[in-house]
Structure formats: structure tokens, C-alpha cells
């Protein structure tokens, strides 16, 4: 089992910066990637930016973000960000830390936080 603590988020203007960060505990060791996923009503959850959890880091945005957002992961604290800047209105959304172990080549096993809320307002 792998346990997943989100931080940060709130109410930022267009053109502002958050930094989201996430704990993660339990067997650790398993997990793949990690990531951040985010979903608005009525919408699919998307992926964001995941990183591999180990040895040299790989990550992974969505074209939607390429450029304003950067992944990273510190593997002596657990924790991995995503540190997000240029914020746009449409950025608004709930995001939710990922992490995910591989059962086989073909099944994995995803892991949640609890979400937490990001609004891009004036």
C-alpha cells in the first residue's frame, strides 16, 4: 500500500505561481512514476506531469502545461511537487497526487491523495 498527503493549492491570479507537493508513505519502494492528475465537473481526470520514482528523472507533461509547469521529486524526503507557474483561468481544477506500482507488464495499481483545490481567479 502506498499513502499519498497533498499540499499547497488556493487561489492564485492569472499570471501567478503555486507549488503543490505531495508526501508519500507505505511501500514506496514499488511505485513506478509519480505524478499529479487534476479534474474539473464533468470532466475526466487528466494527467498533468508524472516523473519516474527512481534512478535518473524522466518526466512527462501534458502539452497543456509544457512550459510552465516543472515536476520533481526528492527521493531522501518522499516527496514529489509541481511547481506551476503562469497560471491560466482554465488551470482551474482539482489536483490530485498519483503514484502508481506495476502488478505486470500489462496491469497497474494507481494510488490517490485526497485532492486538493487549485483556482485561477481575478
Sequence with gaps: QVQLVESGGGLVQPGGSLRLSCATSGSIF???RMGWYRQTPGKQRELVADITARGSPVPNYSDSVKGRFT???NNAENTVALQ????KPEDTAVYYCNAYTLVNDWIRRDYWGQGTQVTVSS
Design 84 to 87: 506551476m507557474n503562469s497560471l
Design 30 to 32: 514499488s511505485i513506478n
Design 71 to 73: 515536476i520533481s521529486r
